[in-house]
C-alpha cells in the first residue's frame, strides 16, 4: 500500500466521520423518531456525498424538509463537502419547487426578515 493511498484513506475516513457527527449533532430527531441515516457514497475529490434516509425516514411527510435542510447545512458546516445528494429510497425526493404546493423555510434563512417559519398549509 502506498504512502499516497494510506494518506487518502485516512481522509476519506476523517471526512466520513465528520459527516456522521454532522447528522447525529444536527438531526438527532431521524433517530429518535424511528428513522436513520447512512452514507452510501462519499468521494473526498469531487465534495460529494449520498445520505440515504431511512426507517420511520421513508414515507414520513416532513422527510422532504428534512433533507433539503441536510443539503444546506453540510455545505456550510463542512467545508470539503461542495454538494449532498439525500433521499429516503422511496424514489427521488423532489426538488424544492416541487414540494405539492409547500417549499420548506427555516428561521433566518431566505430574502425576508420573518422568522415564523413555514407556513400552515390550511
Given at each position: 500500500?502506498?504512502?499516497?493511498?494510506?494518506?487518502?484513506?485516512?481522509?476519506?475516513?476523517?471526512?466520513?466521520?465528520?459527516?456522521?457527527?454532522?447528522?447525529?449533532?444536527?438531526?438527532?430527531?431521524?433517530?429518535?423518531?424511528?428513522?436513520?441515516?447512512?452514507?452510501?457514497?462519499?468521494?473526498?475529490?469531487?465534495?460529494?456525498?449520498?445520505?440515504?434516509?431511512?426507517?420511520?425516514?421513508?414515507?414520513?411527510?416532513?422527510?422532504?424538509?428534512?433533507?433539503?435542510?441536510?443539503?444546506?447545512?453540510?455545505?456550510?458546516?463542512?467545508?470539503?463537502?461542495?454538494?449532498?445528494h439525500a433521499n429516503t429510497g422511496q424514489g427521488a425526493?423532489?426538488?424544492?419547487?416541487?414540494?405539492?404546493?409547500?417549499?420548506?423555510?427555516?428561521?433566518?434563512?431566505?430574502?425576508?426578515?420573518?422568522?415564523?417559519?413555514?407556513?400552515?398549509?390550511?
Open positions: 500500500m502506498s504512502t499516497d493511498s494510506a494518506s487518502s484513506d485516512s481522509e476519506e475516513s476523517e471526512l466520513q466521520e465528520r459527516v456522521v457527527n454532522f447528522l447525529r449533532r444536527n438531526f438527532p430527531q431521524i433517530q429518535m423518531h424511528g428513522g436513520n441515516a447512512a452514507i452510501q457514497r462519499l468521494d473526498p475529490d469531487s465534495g460529494e456525498v449520498e445520505i440515504q434516509l431511512g426507517g420511520a425516514c421513508s414515507g414520513c411527510g416532513i422527510s422532504p424538509m428534512t433533507i433539503q435542510a441536510i443539503k444546506s447545512r453540510m455545505v456550510k458546516e463542512i467545508p470539503e463537502i461542495n454538494e449532498v425526493e423532489p426538488d424544492m419547487g416541487e414540494t405539492e404546493g409547500m417549499s420548506p423555510s427555516f428561521p433566518g434563512e431566505g430574502g425576508d426578515d420573518s422568522d415564523e417559519g413555514p407556513q400552515a398549509p390550511f
